[in-house]
């Protein structure tokens, strides 16, 4: 939510730790070519001259994401697409049409109720090959579940408990902390 106003900062969120973690041979593989014109970008002390031509970078990303494909599988994970800022929303786009080329999936999660846009979820649904799941609301066996498997569980009754996640995967994961604030399972 607070990359909303930073040009590819979702994109940055995703790919520069990555990018990071690579020795100094493989990062110039990996941003060689096509790709680039997203090391400026993806270096972290610029916008990489986005603002001009926003085409020209949405290709360099993708041939970051096929380089990294060419090395190992890829899994693209984003939560809440609608907090996105657009050129981040417009590069999974973009991905997503070329995504049948390269070793890489994509799992996009965002509310229901946000509303639609040319580069929104309801546009990645209708590439082909992508597919949409409405997920219920967590099941009170569910949380029972998710509390018997807690490291650290706060003492709260099972009734408070239950009113007060009320479905919610966030809000139970957050109650059920360990006293360490460790999410559950870590």
Do not use: C, K, Y
Request: without cysteine; aromatic residues 4%; proline residues 6%.
């Amino acid at each position: 939510e607070l990359e909303q106003d930073f040009a590819f900062g979702g994109v940055r969120l995703l790919l520069e730790p990555v990018i990071a973690r690579l020795d100094e041979p493989t990062r110039r593989r990996l941003l060689a070519g096509a790709a680039s014109r997203a090391a400026a970008l993806l270096d972290g002390d610029n916008d990489g001259g986005v603002a001009g031509d926003l085409p020209t970078m949405l290709h360099s990303l993708h041939w970051v994401v096929a380089n990294l494909a060419d090395v190992r599988p890829v899994l693209v994970l984003v939560d809440d697409l609608q907090w996105l800022d657009q050129p981040s929303r417009r590069f999974l786009l973009h991905l997503g049409r070329r995504i049948g080329d390269v070793a890489v999936a994509a799992v996009v999660a965002s509310r229901p109720e946000e509303p639609a846009g040319e580069d929104g979820a309801d546009a990645l649904l209708r590439l082909p090959g992508a597919a949409g799941f409405d997920l219920a609301p967590l099941s009170d066996e569910a949380v029972l579940t998710l509390r018997r498997h807690a490291p650290g569980a706060v003492g709260i009754a099972e009734a408070g408990l239950l009113r007060l996640v009320g479905g919610n995967p966030l809000v139970a994961t957050q109650l059920l902390a360990g006293g360490d604030g460790a999410p559950l399972g870590g």
